[in-house]
């Protein structure tokens, strides 16, 4: 008997693991807008500007990475300066959230390199709206009537997993 629940929970066990593997490993799903990265490289300095993404929604975060700058300051009019990281393999990097109210269109953010001292131009599109909320991995935090139902579930898995242990306890007892 027990080499059979040990199967079922095995199989199980196995079950979810392949139902959660194309998730996982899933990288960018469908999509009605290009999204993707655009370099720029400037004259034969060497020095590349990287934007993820290349159209952003209003709200949302864009990662800025320059290859052969020592430092500096990215700006633009569609989110706060923010300061590039010390350089890593040549590389800094910086994360900028564009403005809740940003202006829908083609916008301009400028490097400022410290090292070279170097100004760099980079364009990017901002898209109108908010984008999605997913829900996954603490998008959005659940509702009171969420809560409620989870520990309803909860409380009626622990009274039935107390039942099922005295329910057990007094059938071995009766047959000792």
Do not use: W
Not at 38 to 55: E, F, K, L, M
Not at 109 to 127: A, G, I
């Amino acid at each position: 008997m027990r080499a059979a629940r040990t199967l079922a929970v095995t199989a199980t066990a196995f079950a979810a693991l392949g139902l959660a593997a194309p998730l996982a490993t899933a990288t960018n799903g469908p999509s009605s807008v290009t999204v993707g990265s655009s370099a720029v490289q400037r004259g034969g300095d060497g020095i590349h500007v990287n934007v993820i993404p290349s159209a952003v929604h209003q709200g949302s975060t864009l990662t800025i990475t320059v290859k052969g700058c020592g430092g500096g300051i990215v700006s633009s009019a569609a989110f706060p300066t923010v300061s590039l990281s010390a350089p890593f393999g040549g590389v800094s990097s910086a994360v900028a959230r564009v403005y809740n109210h940003a202006t829908p269109g083609e916008h301009t953010l400028t490097v400022h390199c410290t090292s070279p001292n170097k100004v760099l131009t980079h364009r990017f599109r901002v898209l109108a709206g908010q984008g999605t909320s997913g829900g996954l991995g603490g998008a959005l935090a659940p509702s009171s009537t969420e809560m409620a139902v989870g520990g309803s579930l909860v409380a009626a898995a622990a009274l039935g997993g107390g039942l099922f242990v005295i329910r057990r306890r007094r059938m071995s007892g009766a047959g000792a």
